[in-house]
């Protein structure tokens, strides 16, 4: 593992710490991605300012707005790096409701989306970036309707931001969409890894280079082929160095960061320390001299993508559980 993989697995050790023990309400994989969106960003996890975000959150929406269900504590941490706060909350707010009359369903989904775009872009621009992220979203779901969902929305948003215009990067979508179908069966997988490969410009032979890698992973015995982290092997195509020299570098992260107090079998769940160990190794790189031209420039939306993956688990999970706990509410009255 390299000396700089290595500073950043210390800094979001540490970051977590900061963490696990505060907002007792929320779950611990809300805690974990908190303290990896401040590790993305090289920043020390200030519990105080996260906390003081929360409450100008809930003080700017209604007790019902989605700003302040289960993703609060991500889009807290997110606008908790801004200098003007108030004003990002402002913003933010405002990308929703016009997101909204593009009639993009309300959803945490949503709540995400619109804090990117808030977040990465000027304010006389809004309007343009949300028809694009509109023409995105309609675009992908005309093609592939049947895996695309409100998943999608953060994607969408990012492809907009990107500034790639929607009618020539629907047409490269469905081209890498194609090229990757041959050798992956899972649609959902092959729209997350054609998306990242857009999202980074990553042109032609980034599908291939994507299968290597999957290879790659699958060699070591790690393999990336989960839905929600299929995306993965869409970022780290991006990356310009020899696919087994970052396969073996993210494994070896990955392997030193399960020998990490908190972070053992019983602690997280496997998929979920790929993923932060894979955001840590493409981080790192895309902040070297080597990383190659291409990468510094995509660097800011390399992160954001990561960011955006990982909660897109979290909403996936609570999903689950909330439908889990209606099927035991429900399944005592169907005996009856």
């Known amino acids: 593992m390299r000396e700089g993989t290595q500073k950043r697995v210390q800094l979001f050790i540490d970051n977590y710490h900061v963490i696990k023990n505060r907002f007792v ?53 997110m606008i908790s790096l801004q200098n003007d706060r108030q004003r990002a909350i402002e913003k933010a707010l405002t990308v929703y409701k016009m997101m909204k009359a593009e009639r993009f369903r309300r959803s945490s989904y949503l709540v995400i989306a ?30 592939h309707f049947f895996v695309t969902s409100e998943r999608d929305y953060i994607s969408a948003a990012l492809l907009a931001v990107s500034g790639i215009d929607p009618q020539s990067g629907l047409l490269d979508l469905e081209m890498m969409h194609k090229s990757l179908k041959t050798k992956i069966y899972s649609g959902r997988g092959v729209q997350g890894i054609a998306q990242a490969l857009l999202m980074g410009r990553a042109g032609e032979g980034g599908a291939e280079r994507a299968l290597a890698l999957r290879e790659a992973f699958r060699q070591r015995n790690l393999r990336l082929d989960r839905d929600y982290n ?10 310009g160095i020899d696919t087994d020299m970052l396969a073996d570098e993210v494994v070896d992260t990955f392997r030193y960061m399960r020998k990490q ?27 070297r001299d080597d990383g190659g031209a291409a990468v510094a420039s995509v660097s800011t939306g390399v992160t954001a993508m990561i960011v955006n993956q990982y909660i897109a688990i979290l909403i996936m999970m609570a999903t689950a559980s909330a439908a889990a ?12």
Do not use: H
């Open 25 to 77: 309400w929320k779950t611990i994989l809300l805690k974990r991605l908190a303290a990896i969106i401040y590790t993305l960003k090289g920043q020390t996890l200030s519990y105080e300012t996260i906390s003081e975000t929360m409450r100008m959150i809930k003080g700017n929406v209604s007790v019902f707005s989605y700003f302040r269900g289960d993703m609060i504590l991500a889009v807290a941490t």
């Open 114 to 143: 619109a804090c990117q775009i808030a977040i990465e872009t000027d304010e006389e621009d809004f309007s343009a970036v949300v028809g694009r992220a509109r023409d995105y979203y309609r675009g992908m779901r005309s093609q």
């Open 230 to 239: 299929y995306q993965l092997i869409g970022l780290l195509a991006l990356l």
């Open 261 to 287: 107090k908190g972070f053992g079998t019983w602690s997280i769940n496997k998929y979920e320390l790929i993923l932060i160990a894979a955001s840590l190794v493409v981080t790192d790189i895309a902040t």
């Open 325 to 336: 706990v209606t099927a035991a509410t429900v399944a005592p009255s169907v005996g009856n």
